[in-house]
């Protein structure tokens, strides 16, 4: 029997050292992670009488252990409590989903002729990197913008090394060719260069100012056409700083955050600023426990989102954290430089505050359209399909193949009926008869489903509370058949025939209670769910049917012949252009590629052509 956990006897010998705390319910797992600059003094705080938050007392009632780590540093801190939140997911932490990467646009400053581009990942090449943008529209809006007035390469070095002609882009003077010798001549590209890079740091009003005094300058040389197309590149540059809503006075990067409510539901609205002019916005829904206060999330998306991503010089705040002068000092030394976490004063300052709070409502709007519409659309599937509850966990199974060769299962799942992507899977189908779906459905299931049960015994994967085949009677009698076998035909099964014609919107259902058909009308919002559903499983299996195809299609024969590795193989491709061209080429075309010998190319002609 465990010891019970002593709460008074603990507190006395807990250090007023900086660090992270841990508690954990009966059962030891986390159910909250709390940084601390004092560790006694914020512990305790937790195990008074009474709590204003209904959260905390809810937790507080939960507690069955405490764990601490020390730390040297405040920043240290706050680093662990982040990797460890990102870790354990706990009940009653405000979490934030920061799985991805923000784009950029890369200038490769360290060639002759630079080249923009966009580009997402961690930053390894040399050259300059501009960002983050909200999103990869607006890294291609700016792109293209670039690309209409300075007319810098965007093409990758490989085409641009072996170019002998002007491209396309040439030919809509969207490009300025440095690819061919006296199309343009370095300066003149190098200036274009330096113009993309001021324009990329926000000094928009200075490229301004140097076009505006070439084109006088153009002019009184009577250089009419020249000082024409600086005109034009005036023109473009200005149309461009009308289209952002609201242009800072200063050029410095700023992030702006507010938070909305409503519903029970939160939004937390980034709002990105760079060089003074608004790139984007991004919404962001953490899930939160009730009466959690704005304090709380917005700490804890600074604390989680700028672990990942660059830190601006200033963030725009509604309310000052309680924590503001350790956020301060850790996003500090995040960024290398002074970072300032500003309220509101001024008229502009409040402008976009304003602007951050109208688009964070709107998207809370819509975000809760979007939940109610998906929530109305289960509880229809579950009235349709006579469930006990509703299906908010659903699997869908399709199959793809190429008559009968290397056949593919896909299973994709729906949590509330929006698509789980990272849930997905896809099985490679082994062992049967080419062609044969039921068999293919069955071991797909079998495989699928063994698993899962597995999983169960250790606290795993859930199971799914609706399985959803493509395929009339004879896919779901398969089906019934594994859940059979594996005693689990508790979970709800239903396949989904096609209607008359194929046509969408004529689907029939069946499920192991009824085999006669359930024909639904097409406008019937359960069918949408079920379509949606099923044409995304179909997507998903023609998809890895398709690359695992490719893959066998593109398999070169090369890698049939003994003592040709892969970096010959490269070569031999590279210096002839494709495997048909090898295959043609005589033995001595084949001896003058670099690190093939005489034996070799003789065993390679004698591969495709036949020994003698």
């Known amino acids: 029997m465990a010891t019970p956990f002593d709460v008074n006897a603990f507190l006395k010998q807990l250090t007023q050292r900086p660090g992270v705390y841990r508690m954990l319910n009966a059962v030891g797992t986390i159910i909250y992670v709390g940084k601390a600059k004092n560790l006694k003094k914020r512990v305790s705080s937790y195990f008074k009488k009474n709590h204003d938050e209904i959260k905390t007392s809810a937790m507080v009632a939960h507690i069955a252990r405490v764990e601490v780590t020390v730390t040297d540093t405040e920043s240290e801190a706050f680093i662990l409590e982040n990797t460890l939140i990102k870790r354990h997911k706990p009940k009653y932490n405000i979490l934030f989903r920061d799985d991805k990467s923000y784009p950029y646009i890369y200038v490769s400053t360290d060639k002759a002729f630079p080249a923009l581009s966009y580009h997402r990942g961690a930053k390894r090449r040399k050259g300059d990197y501009f960002g983050p943008f909200p999103n990869a529209s607006a890294v291609h809006q700016t792109l293209q913008a670039l690309q209409k007035i300075f007319k810098v390469r965007q093409c990758a070095e490989s085409v641009f090394n072996h170019r002998s002609r002007p491209c396309l882009q040439y030919q809509i003077k969207r490009c300025s060719a440095p690819c061919v010798e006296g199309l343009v001549t370095k300066e003149a590209y190098q ?56 242009n800072q006075p200063s050029s410095k990067d700023m992030d702006v955050i507010v938070v909305a409510e409503q519903a029970s539901q939160v939004c937390v609205c980034l709002m990105m600023y760079r060089g003074g002019n608004l790139w984007g916005s991004e919404h962001f829904y953490p899930k939160t426990q009730a009466q959690a206060d704005n304090d709380a999330i917005l700490d804890a998306f600074l604390t989680q989102h700028y672990q990942l991503y660059p830190v601006p010089a200033e963030i725009l705040l509604p309310i000052k954290l309680k924590e503001h002068t350790y956020l301060e000092a850790w996003l500090k030394e995040k960024r290398g430089a002074s970072v300032r976490l500003k309220q509101p004063v001024q008229q502009t300052a409040k402008s976009l505050m304003a602007l951050a709070t109208t688009n964070a409502l709107t998207g809370l709007k819509q975000h809760l359209t979007q939940k109610a519409t998906q929530r109305d659309r289960v509880e229809a599937l579950q009235e349709v399909l006579a469930l006990e509850t509703p299906p908010n966990h659903i ?9 009968g060769e290397l056949t593919v299962a896909s299973c994709v799942v729906f949590n509330d009926g929006i698509p789980n992507t990272q849930a997905y899977r896809k099985f490679n189908i082994e062992g049967i008869t080419g062609g044969d779906d039921y068999a293919a459905m069955h071991q797909v299931l079998t495989r699928r489903y063994r698993r899962l049960k597995e999983a169960q015994k250790e606290g795993g994967e859930k199971l799914p509370s609706l399985i959803v085949v493509d395929g009339g009677k004879g896919q779901l009698n398969q089906a019934i058949d594994v859940l059979k076998g594996l005693e689990l035909e508790h979970i709800p099964l239903v396949s989904v025939a096609k209607g008359e014609g194929r046509k969408a919107g004529l689907e029939i259902l069946f499920t192991p209670h009824n085999m006669d058909g359930i024909d639904l009308e097409s406008d019937d919002i359960a069918l949408h769910l079920i379509n949606y559903i099923r044409d995304e499983a179909h997507r998903f299996a023609i998809t890895a049917h398709r690359s695992k195809r490719t893959k066998a299609q593109t398999h070169s024969s090369l890698e049939s ?16 252009g494709g495997l048909n061209d090898v295959k043609q080429a005589s033995i001595s075309e084949l001896s003058k590629v670099k690190g093939i010998s005489a034996h070799k190319a003789q065993q390679i002609y004698d591969f495709f052509h036949g020994a003698l």
């Open 191 to 246: 200036n274009d260069v330096a113009h993309t890079l001021l324009f990329l740091q926000g000094k928009r009003f200075d490229v301004v100012d140097e076009l505006a005094q070439k084109m006088e300058a153009a002019s009184h040389a009577l250089e009419f056409e020249e000082a024409a197309q600086y005109r034009d590149k005036i023109s473009a540059l200005r149309a461009i700083q009308s289209q952002h809503l609201i």
């Open 395 to 403: 699997e869908c199974f399709d199959i793809s193949h190429t008559q």
């Open 561 to 576: 012949i003994d003592g040709i590795g892969p970096k010959t193989r490269k070569t031999l491709l590279t210096h002839f």
